[in-house]
């Protein structure tokens, strides 16, 4: 079974640019969550999508930032237009239940995007 | 709020000589806790998860962390590191439906 995938692997753009990062979760998956680790800091919680629908945006650090999943599959992350702080490594994470309340499904990683705004 | 503190961003260990990275956490409900692995180049793997069946679990690769709730702690723990253990370590608490991270640990093993 593959695992997630994402899309670019690394990234490097000039400030004021557009970039899209791309994560296709395991099948199956409803759930999929986008995280980030900006250099040195811990990886925080951005959104959470339950099939094509946010769940929870309250981690999108502001409105640069959009992310959709289109018929529930693979989902899109997009930054526009990138500042310099908007570097850092961007995971993807998908998982077949919630996992809480309630349940206790994992969230499996992907190998993450390394942007780098310059 | 929930929040994970790693004691030590980095750690160095001889092979053979025992494991231990430190996790303590806050949570204002009955934590959730796990403990990620990511090896240079690869994505976020699970070596163990708490969900309150067992105050020691046991995961992946020989490693295991114990739950104490006195002490708010998940330490990791594995008796006899290996050259293919140097990764970096991340503790985590489930918070609704989402992670909190800690900084993470990068473990350092010598030869």
């Known amino acids: 079974e593959a695992g997630v995938t994402q899309f670019p692997s690394h990234s490097v753009i000039e400030k004021g640019q557009t970039v899209t990062l791309r994560c296709d979760p395991i099948s199956g998956h409803d759930n999929l969550y986008w995280y980030r680790r900006v250099m040195g800091k811990e990886i925080k919680f951005l959104l959470h999508?339950?099939?094509?629908?946010?769940?929870?945006e309250s981690g999108m650090p502001n409105n640069r930032f959009l992310a959709e999943r289109t018929g529930g599959t693979y989902s899109t992350l997009k930054v526009q237009p990138a500042e310099l702080e908007d570097s850092g490594v961007y995971f993807c994470a998908s998982s077949q239940e919630p996992p809480w309340p309630g349940g206790t499904d994992t969230q499996y990683f992907g190998p993450g995007t390394r942007l780098t705004v310059l | 709020a929930q929040s994970v503190t790693q004691l030590g961003s980095h750690v160095s260990v001889s092979e053979g000589a025992l494991v231990l990275l430190r996790c303590n956490y806050s949570s204002s409900v009955p934590p959730y806790l796990f403990w990620y692995v990511q090896y240079p180049n690869q994505g976020l793997q699970l070596l163990l998860k708490?969900?309150?069946?067992?105050?020691l679990v046991k995961g992946i690769n020989g490693f295991e962390a114990e739950f104490k709730k006195s002490e708010t702690s998940f330490h990791l723990t594995k008796p006899s590191a290996h050259m293919s253990d140097a990764a970096e370590y991340f503790c985590?608490?489930?918070?609704?439906?989402?992670?909190?991270f800690g900084a993470g640990t990068i473990l350092r093993v010598k030869s």
């Open positions: 985590a608490v489930g918070y609704g439906n989402k992670l909190v």
């Open positions: 999508f339950v099939k094509e629908s946010k769940q929870d």
């Open positions: 708490y969900t309150s069946a067992a105050t």
